[in-house]
Protein backbone atom coordinates (compact mmCIF):
# COMPACT_ATOMS: atom_id res chain seq x y z
CA UNK A 1 0.00 0.00 0.00
CA UNK A 2 1.62 3.24 -1.20
CA UNK A 3 1.90 6.05 1.77
CA UNK A 4 -0.57 8.67 2.21
CA UNK A 5 0.40 12.01 1.25
CA UNK A 6 0.62 12.93 4.94
CA UNK A 7 3.00 10.47 5.44
CA UNK A 8 5.07 11.18 2.66
CA UNK A 9 5.81 14.64 3.57
CA UNK A 10 6.44 13.20 7.08
CA UNK A 11 9.17 11.13 5.47
CA UNK A 12 10.17 13.35 3.68
CA UNK A 13 10.57 16.18 6.29
CA UNK A 14 12.50 14.31 8.08
CA UNK A 15 14.89 12.80 5.26
CA UNK A 16 15.78 16.64 5.18
CA UNK A 17 16.30 17.13 8.30
CA UNK A 18 18.50 14.08 8.89
CA UNK A 19 21.01 15.69 6.04
CA UNK A 20 20.87 19.09 7.23
CA UNK A 21 21.73 16.94 10.40
CA UNK A 22 25.08 15.40 9.04
CA UNK A 23 25.97 17.73 6.72
CA UNK A 24 25.11 21.20 7.57
CA UNK A 25 23.65 24.09 5.99
CA UNK A 26 22.67 22.82 2.27
CA UNK A 27 20.88 25.25 -0.82
CA UNK A 28 17.69 23.47 -2.27
CA UNK A 29 19.49 22.39 -5.43
CA UNK A 30 21.78 20.25 -2.84
CA UNK A 31 18.71 18.98 -1.02
CA UNK A 32 17.39 17.64 -4.38
CA UNK A 33 20.80 15.97 -4.96
CA UNK A 34 21.24 14.22 -2.58
CA UNK A 35 17.48 12.91 -1.89
CA UNK A 36 16.70 12.14 -5.02
CA UNK A 37 13.07 14.07 -4.59
CA UNK A 38 11.55 16.47 -7.65
CA UNK A 39 12.16 21.12 -7.19
CA UNK A 40 8.78 21.01 -6.37
CA UNK A 41 8.78 18.70 -3.47
CA UNK A 42 11.94 20.08 -2.36
CA UNK A 43 10.88 23.37 -2.13
CA UNK A 44 7.61 22.51 -0.75
CA UNK A 45 9.34 20.66 2.59
CA UNK A 46 11.65 23.61 2.46
CA UNK A 47 8.70 26.02 2.92
CA UNK A 48 7.14 23.90 5.13
CA UNK A 49 10.49 23.66 7.48
CA UNK A 50 10.93 26.70 7.32
CA UNK A 51 6.92 27.51 8.65
CA UNK A 52 7.49 25.19 11.05
CA UNK A 53 10.50 27.15 12.64
CA UNK A 54 13.02 24.25 12.57
CA UNK A 55 15.06 25.84 9.50
CA UNK A 56 15.99 29.15 8.27
CA UNK A 57 17.84 30.56 5.67
CA UNK A 58 21.61 31.10 6.84
CA UNK A 59 23.69 32.41 3.74
CA UNK A 60 24.07 31.67 -0.16
CA UNK A 61 25.15 29.34 -2.25
CA UNK A 62 28.74 29.78 -3.80
CA UNK A 63 27.71 28.70 -6.48
CA UNK A 64 26.69 31.14 -9.63
CA UNK A 65 23.26 30.82 -9.12
CA UNK A 66 19.59 32.69 -8.92
CA UNK A 67 16.81 32.92 -7.43
CA UNK A 68 15.79 30.38 -4.64
CA UNK A 69 18.34 27.82 -5.51
CA UNK A 70 21.10 30.28 -3.98
CA UNK A 71 19.56 30.22 -0.31
CA UNK A 72 21.02 28.03 1.60
CA UNK A 73 19.69 26.49 4.95
CA UNK A 74 20.09 25.08 7.89
CA UNK A 75 18.50 23.91 11.26
CA UNK A 76 17.53 26.87 13.91
CA UNK A 77 20.24 27.30 16.18
CA UNK A 78 18.26 28.66 19.08
CA UNK A 79 15.80 26.19 18.95
CA UNK A 80 16.65 24.43 21.99
CA UNK A 81 19.28 24.68 24.72
CA UNK A 82 21.70 21.66 25.58
CA UNK A 83 24.21 20.76 28.76
CA UNK A 84 26.74 18.21 28.43
CA UNK A 85 28.30 16.67 32.35
CA UNK A 86 31.15 14.90 33.03
CA UNK A 87 30.48 12.97 36.15
CA UNK A 88 34.36 12.19 37.68
CA UNK A 89 35.24 10.92 41.26
CA UNK A 90 36.67 13.91 41.47
CA UNK A 91 34.54 16.52 40.22
CA UNK A 92 31.85 17.76 37.94
CA UNK A 93 32.49 19.42 33.82
CA UNK A 94 29.80 21.11 32.17
CA UNK A 95 29.33 22.67 28.87
CA UNK A 96 26.30 23.98 27.56
CA UNK A 97 25.26 24.49 23.48
CA UNK A 98 22.44 24.99 21.24
CA UNK A 99 21.09 22.85 19.12
CA UNK A 100 23.86 22.16 16.54
CA UNK A 101 26.22 21.44 19.16
CA UNK A 102 28.25 25.50 19.30
CA UNK A 103 29.19 25.54 22.91
CA UNK A 104 28.25 28.95 24.82
CA UNK A 105 29.67 28.16 28.11
CA UNK A 106 32.17 25.51 29.83
CA UNK A 107 32.69 24.94 33.41
CA UNK A 108 33.83 22.87 35.97
CA UNK A 109 34.25 21.95 39.88
CA UNK A 110 36.33 20.11 41.90
CA UNK A 111 34.61 17.97 44.70
CA UNK A 112 36.87 16.54 47.34
CA UNK A 113 36.62 12.78 48.42
CA UNK A 114 35.83 14.38 51.58
CA UNK A 115 32.63 16.63 50.70
CA UNK A 116 29.71 15.10 51.79
CA UNK A 117 26.68 13.89 49.53
CA UNK A 118 24.46 17.16 50.12
CA UNK A 119 27.26 19.25 49.21
CA UNK A 120 28.51 18.05 46.78
CA UNK A 121 24.80 17.72 45.00
CA UNK A 122 24.28 21.22 45.11
CA UNK A 123 27.86 22.05 43.87
CA UNK A 124 26.95 20.35 40.66
CA UNK A 125 23.66 21.25 40.34
CA UNK A 126 24.60 25.16 40.48
CA UNK A 127 26.78 24.73 38.19
CA UNK A 128 25.05 23.39 35.57
CA UNK A 129 22.45 26.41 36.68
CA UNK A 130 25.65 29.04 36.58
CA UNK A 131 26.83 27.54 32.95
CA UNK A 132 23.07 27.76 31.51
CA UNK A 133 22.58 31.86 32.60
CA UNK A 134 25.95 32.58 31.71
CA UNK A 135 24.62 30.91 27.90
CA UNK A 136 21.78 32.85 27.97
CA UNK A 137 19.45 29.59 28.63
CA UNK A 138 16.44 30.46 29.97
CA UNK A 139 15.52 26.56 30.05
CA UNK A 140 17.45 23.30 28.96
CA UNK A 141 15.77 21.00 26.56
CA UNK A 142 17.88 18.00 27.10
CA UNK A 143 21.14 17.46 29.49
CA UNK A 144 23.38 14.54 28.31
CA UNK A 145 25.45 12.92 31.52
CA UNK A 146 28.72 10.82 31.20
CA UNK A 147 29.29 8.56 34.66
CA UNK A 148 31.17 6.10 35.46
CA UNK A 149 29.19 2.94 36.95
CA UNK A 150 26.41 0.55 35.06
CA UNK A 151 23.63 2.37 33.40
CA UNK A 152 19.96 0.21 34.15
CA UNK A 153 18.95 -0.36 30.65
CA UNK A 154 15.44 -0.53 31.51
CA UNK A 155 15.06 2.19 33.45
CA UNK A 156 18.62 4.71 32.26
CA UNK A 157 19.43 5.49 35.68
CA UNK A 158 22.51 4.93 37.27
CA UNK A 159 23.40 2.00 39.67
CA UNK A 160 24.49 1.58 43.14
CA UNK A 161 28.18 0.65 42.38
CA UNK A 162 30.27 0.26 45.15
CA UNK A 163 33.35 2.63 45.19
CA UNK A 164 31.53 5.03 43.77
CA UNK A 165 30.10 8.50 45.93
CA UNK A 166 26.81 8.75 46.42
CA UNK A 167 26.63 11.77 45.16
CA UNK A 168 26.79 10.62 41.81
CA UNK A 169 23.75 9.01 41.73
CA UNK A 170 22.11 11.05 43.90
CA UNK A 171 22.51 14.41 41.01
CA UNK A 172 20.72 12.80 38.40
CA UNK A 173 17.64 13.08 40.78
CA UNK A 174 18.38 16.44 41.49
CA UNK A 175 19.15 17.27 37.90
CA UNK A 176 15.26 16.47 37.08
CA UNK A 177 13.84 17.92 40.19
CA UNK A 178 15.99 21.35 39.23
CA UNK A 179 14.97 21.49 36.09
CA UNK A 180 11.47 20.70 35.86
CA UNK A 181 10.80 20.21 31.96
CA UNK A 182 14.03 19.19 30.75
CA UNK A 183 14.74 15.61 29.51
CA UNK A 184 17.84 14.15 31.05
CA UNK A 185 19.77 11.08 29.65
CA UNK A 186 22.57 9.35 31.83
CA UNK A 187 25.10 7.07 29.85
CA UNK A 188 28.01 5.66 31.01
CA UNK A 189 31.29 7.62 30.15
CA UNK A 190 33.14 5.37 28.24
CA UNK A 191 30.34 4.25 25.94
CA UNK A 192 29.89 8.38 25.01
CA UNK A 193 33.46 8.62 24.58
CA UNK A 194 33.28 5.52 22.29
CA UNK A 195 30.50 7.54 20.07
CA UNK A 196 32.59 10.95 20.19
CA UNK A 197 35.61 9.25 18.70
CA UNK A 198 33.35 7.75 16.14
CA UNK A 199 31.70 10.57 15.29
CA UNK A 200 35.02 13.14 15.48
CA UNK A 201 38.27 11.02 16.53
CA UNK A 202 40.01 7.90 15.97
CA UNK A 203 37.50 5.74 14.67
CA UNK A 204 35.57 7.92 12.71
CA UNK A 205 36.26 5.18 9.45
CA UNK A 206 35.37 2.32 11.72
CA UNK A 207 31.93 1.52 12.46
CA UNK A 208 33.34 -1.79 14.04
CA UNK A 209 35.83 -0.76 16.96
CA UNK A 210 36.66 -1.08 21.00
CA UNK A 211 37.60 1.80 23.18
CA UNK A 212 39.99 0.82 25.82
CA UNK A 213 39.50 3.35 28.89
CA UNK A 214 42.99 4.26 30.48
CA UNK A 215 42.04 6.96 33.34
CA UNK A 216 41.18 7.26 37.14
CA UNK A 217 39.52 3.53 36.31
CA UNK A 218 39.80 1.03 33.24
CA UNK A 219 36.30 0.01 30.92
CA UNK A 220 35.75 -0.65 27.70
CA UNK A 221 33.08 0.39 24.91
CA UNK A 222 31.75 -1.99 21.77
CA UNK A 223 30.92 -0.32 19.01
CA UNK A 224 29.88 -3.59 16.73
CA UNK A 225 28.23 -2.35 13.05
CA UNK A 226 27.83 0.92 13.76
CA UNK A 227 26.20 0.32 16.72
CA UNK A 228 26.59 1.10 20.43
CA UNK A 229 25.94 -2.67 22.53
CA UNK A 230 25.74 -2.37 26.11
CA UNK A 231 24.70 -6.28 27.22
CA UNK A 232 21.72 -7.53 29.32
CA UNK A 233 22.33 -5.84 32.22
CA UNK A 234 24.18 -2.53 30.72
CA UNK A 235 27.60 -4.11 31.58
CA UNK A 236 29.05 -4.52 28.36
CA UNK A 237 32.98 -3.23 28.48
CA UNK A 238 33.80 -3.87 32.57
CA UNK A 239 36.82 -4.98 31.97
CA UNK A 240 38.23 -3.47 35.40
CA UNK A 241 36.87 -6.67 36.83
CA UNK A 242 38.62 -9.09 34.43
CA UNK A 243 40.89 -11.61 35.62
CA UNK A 244 44.06 -11.08 34.23
CA UNK A 245 47.65 -12.25 35.30
CA UNK A 246 50.16 -10.64 37.51
CA UNK A 247 47.73 -9.52 40.40
CA UNK A 248 47.88 -11.76 42.96
CA UNK A 249 44.26 -12.06 43.36
CA UNK A 250 40.50 -12.21 41.74
CA UNK A 251 38.41 -9.84 41.93
CA UNK A 252 34.78 -10.13 43.11
CA UNK A 253 31.73 -8.98 42.36
CA UNK A 254 31.81 -6.02 44.49
CA UNK A 255 35.71 -5.19 43.79
CA UNK A 256 37.52 -5.12 40.81
CA UNK A 257 40.74 -5.36 42.87
CA UNK A 258 43.10 -8.20 41.41
CA UNK A 259 41.25 -7.38 37.59
CA UNK A 260 42.37 -5.57 35.14
CA UNK A 261 41.77 -2.18 36.97
CA UNK A 262 44.73 -3.12 39.04
CA UNK A 263 47.48 -3.60 36.70
CA UNK A 264 46.31 -0.28 34.41
CA UNK A 265 43.89 1.91 36.77
CA UNK A 266 45.67 5.79 37.62
CA UNK A 267 46.57 4.03 40.75
CA UNK A 268 48.78 0.97 39.38
CA UNK A 269 50.12 3.33 36.64
CA UNK A 270 51.73 5.70 39.35
CA UNK A 271 52.83 2.60 41.64
CA UNK A 272 54.54 1.41 37.96
CA UNK A 273 55.97 4.82 37.62
CA UNK A 274 57.59 4.37 41.14
CA UNK A 275 59.29 1.41 40.56
CA UNK A 276 61.21 3.80 38.00
CA UNK A 277 61.94 6.66 40.38
CA UNK A 278 59.66 8.40 37.68
CA UNK A 279 57.71 11.82 38.90
CA UNK A 280 55.30 14.33 36.81
CA UNK A 281 54.38 17.60 37.07
CA UNK A 282 51.76 16.84 39.98
CA UNK A 283 50.42 20.48 39.27
CA UNK A 284 49.68 19.81 35.48
CA UNK A 285 46.27 20.73 33.95
CA UNK A 286 45.81 16.55 33.54
CA UNK A 287 45.67 13.58 36.25
CA UNK A 288 48.84 12.17 37.78
CA UNK A 289 48.62 8.96 35.62
CA UNK A 290 48.45 10.47 32.44
CA UNK A 291 51.43 13.24 33.47
CA UNK A 292 53.70 10.48 34.21
CA UNK A 293 52.74 8.52 30.60
CA UNK A 294 53.40 11.94 28.61
CA UNK A 295 56.62 12.68 30.63
CA UNK A 296 58.08 9.09 29.74
CA UNK A 297 56.43 9.56 26.15
CA UNK A 298 58.59 12.90 25.68
CA UNK A 299 61.74 10.80 26.54
CA UNK A 300 61.83 7.14 25.48
CA UNK A 301 65.40 6.72 25.19
CA UNK A 302 65.88 6.77 28.78
CA UNK A 303 65.91 3.87 29.89
CA UNK A 304 63.77 3.91 33.00
CA UNK A 305 61.08 5.96 30.63
CA UNK A 306 61.38 2.86 28.16
CA UNK A 307 61.21 0.27 31.30
CA UNK A 308 58.34 2.16 32.39
CA UNK A 309 56.10 2.22 28.99
CA UNK A 310 57.41 -1.14 28.00
CA UNK A 311 55.75 -2.60 31.11
CA UNK A 312 53.18 -0.47 30.73
CA UNK A 313 52.31 -1.66 26.66
CA UNK A 314 52.49 -5.11 27.92
CA UNK A 315 49.69 -4.81 31.07
CA UNK A 316 47.31 -2.53 28.23
CA UNK A 317 48.01 -5.37 25.87
CA UNK A 318 46.51 -8.00 27.98
CA UNK A 319 43.29 -6.77 28.23
CA UNK A 320 43.36 -5.63 24.45
CA UNK A 321 44.22 -9.25 23.59
CA UNK A 322 40.83 -10.33 25.92
CA UNK A 323 38.42 -7.78 24.11
CA UNK A 324 40.15 -9.06 20.33
CA UNK A 325 39.84 -12.65 21.13
CA UNK A 326 36.12 -12.48 21.81
CA UNK A 327 35.19 -9.79 19.37
CA UNK A 328 37.28 -9.48 16.55
CA UNK A 329 37.17 -5.70 16.24
CA UNK A 330 39.87 -4.95 14.17
CA UNK A 331 40.25 -1.87 15.59
CA UNK A 332 41.17 -0.79 19.52
CA UNK A 333 41.20 3.18 20.68
CA UNK A 334 43.66 3.61 23.82
CA UNK A 335 40.79 6.15 25.43
CA UNK A 336 40.94 8.22 27.75
CA UNK A 337 43.45 10.91 29.21
CA UNK A 338 45.82 7.82 29.45
CA UNK A 339 45.61 7.03 26.41
CA UNK A 340 45.57 10.23 24.89
CA UNK A 341 48.72 11.08 26.53
CA UNK A 342 50.68 8.13 25.76
CA UNK A 343 49.50 8.67 21.95
CA UNK A 344 51.29 6.93 19.11
CA UNK A 345 53.97 5.85 20.94
CA UNK A 346 52.09 3.84 23.07
CA UNK A 347 49.50 2.64 20.38
CA UNK A 348 52.71 1.25 18.53
CA UNK A 349 53.87 -0.39 21.65
CA UNK A 350 50.49 -2.05 22.25
CA UNK A 351 49.62 -2.94 18.70
CA UNK A 352 53.32 -4.92 18.73
CA UNK A 353 52.64 -6.78 21.54
CA UNK A 354 49.09 -8.04 20.50
CA UNK A 355 50.55 -9.19 17.31
CA UNK A 356 53.01 -11.45 18.99
CA UNK A 357 49.79 -12.34 21.51
CA UNK A 358 46.91 -13.03 19.06
CA UNK A 359 46.47 -14.30 15.67
CA UNK A 360 42.98 -11.88 14.81
CA UNK A 361 44.83 -8.73 13.58
CA UNK A 362 43.90 -5.25 15.35
CA UNK A 363 45.11 -1.90 14.88
CA UNK A 364 45.80 -0.04 17.86
CA UNK A 365 45.30 4.06 17.98
CA UNK A 366 45.23 6.49 20.42
CA UNK A 367 42.56 8.48 21.35
CA UNK A 368 42.13 11.68 19.47
CA UNK A 369 39.66 13.58 22.08
CA UNK A 370 41.08 12.15 25.85
CA UNK A 371 39.73 13.27 28.67
CA UNK A 372 37.46 15.58 26.46
CA UNK A 373 35.71 12.78 24.55
CA UNK A 374 33.33 12.02 27.55
CA UNK A 375 31.54 15.96 27.49
CA UNK A 376 31.60 15.96 23.48
CA UNK A 377 29.67 12.73 23.30
CA UNK A 378 27.07 14.09 26.17
CA UNK A 379 26.60 16.71 24.01
CA UNK A 380 26.43 14.53 21.13
CA UNK A 381 23.90 12.47 22.75
CA UNK A 382 21.64 15.33 24.02
CA UNK A 383 21.83 17.03 20.90
CA UNK A 384 20.47 13.97 19.16
CA UNK A 385 17.58 13.09 21.44
CA UNK A 386 16.87 16.71 21.47
CA UNK A 387 16.57 16.76 17.86
CA UNK A 388 14.61 13.49 17.67
CA UNK A 389 11.84 15.14 19.97
CA UNK A 390 11.89 18.82 18.38
CA UNK A 391 11.57 17.63 14.99
CA UNK A 392 9.36 14.69 15.68
CA UNK A 393 6.92 17.42 17.77
CA UNK A 394 7.20 19.21 14.70
CA UNK A 395 6.03 17.22 11.51
CA UNK A 396 4.07 14.94 10.45
Not at 20 to 30: F, I, K, T, V
Not at 320 to 335: E, H, K, N, Y
Not at 369 to 392: K, N, S
Request: charged share 20%.
Amino acid sequence: MPASPSTARAINDRLALRLLQQEGPLAAWQLKQLTGLSRPTVADLVERLTAAGLITIVGESGEQRRGPNAKVYGIVAGLAHLAALDIRTEGVSVVVADLLGEVLAEASVPIGGDTGTGPAVEQAVALVERAAKEAGAEQLHTVGVGAPGLIDPATGELRDSTGLPEWHRRLVAALQERLPGTRVIVENETNLAALAEQRDGAARDRDTFVLLWLGHGTGAAVVLDGILRRGASGGTGEIGFLPVPGTGQLPSATDCAGGFHSLAGAAAIARLAGTQDLVADAAAHEPYAAALVRAAVAAPGVPAHARFLGTLADRVAIGAASVVAVLDPGCVVLGGEVGRAGGDVLAARVEERLARMSPLPAQVRASMLGGGAVLRGALLTAREGAQEVLFGARIG
